[in-house]
């Protein structure tokens, strides 16, 4: 069973990237505070871009960096115009900064709208290593999705 992990995309990247191109989404690493491989528990979509952002709040499952650990919940908030893609019961690959104490939302990147598919079986091998190498291979797609697999993630 694959698992839907998704990297959202609050700023937009400025990393390296090939003449005319956006970075690979590695570049997403060293912007974010926390990653975390995470099951949604709960989503708010009831305010539009204008009320302000999406809410939610996930479990982590699996810390890659940063001051989250596995089993610990916390809440987090998306900008509007991301849409309603987040779905209770989800496990995501989420890209957070803070956005004050104990607040956190996820890190936008324009070039990184995609939602990105896990197998479960690789969800162990995920670290920020591993993650790079994977990620450092794609290109941020203009819509779509990607499946990150055990073989990428070696």
């Known amino acids: 069973m694959r698992i839907i992990a998704s990297i959202a995309a609050a700023q937009v990247l400025t990393g390296p990237g090939v003449a005319g191109q956006p970075p690979n989404l590695a570049s997403l ?3 974010a505070e926390v990653i975390v491989v995470a099951e949604i528990a709960d989503t708010n979509y009831s305010r539009t871009p204008t009320d302000g ?6 479990r982590v499952l699996a810390a890659v960096s940063g001051r989250l650990r596995r089993d610990q919940s916390f809440g987090f908030t998306e900008t509007a115009w991301v849409g309603p893609s987040y779905r209770r019961g989800e496990v995501r690959i989420l890209f957070l900064e803070s956005a004050g104490p104990n607040s956190w939302r996820i890190l936008s990147n324009l070039n990184a709208k995609a939602d990105f598919f896990v197998e479960r ?3 162990p091998r995920v670290n920020v290593n591993s993650l790079r190498r994977a990620l450092e291979k794609l290109r941020a797609p203009a819509s779509g999705t990607v499946v990150l697999t055990q073989d990428m993630l070696k």
Request: aromatic share 0%; proline share 17%.
């Open 53 to 58: 952002p999406m809410t939610a709040r996930a």
């Open 29 to 31: 690493i060293p912007e």
């Open 121 to 123: 079986d690789a969800i």
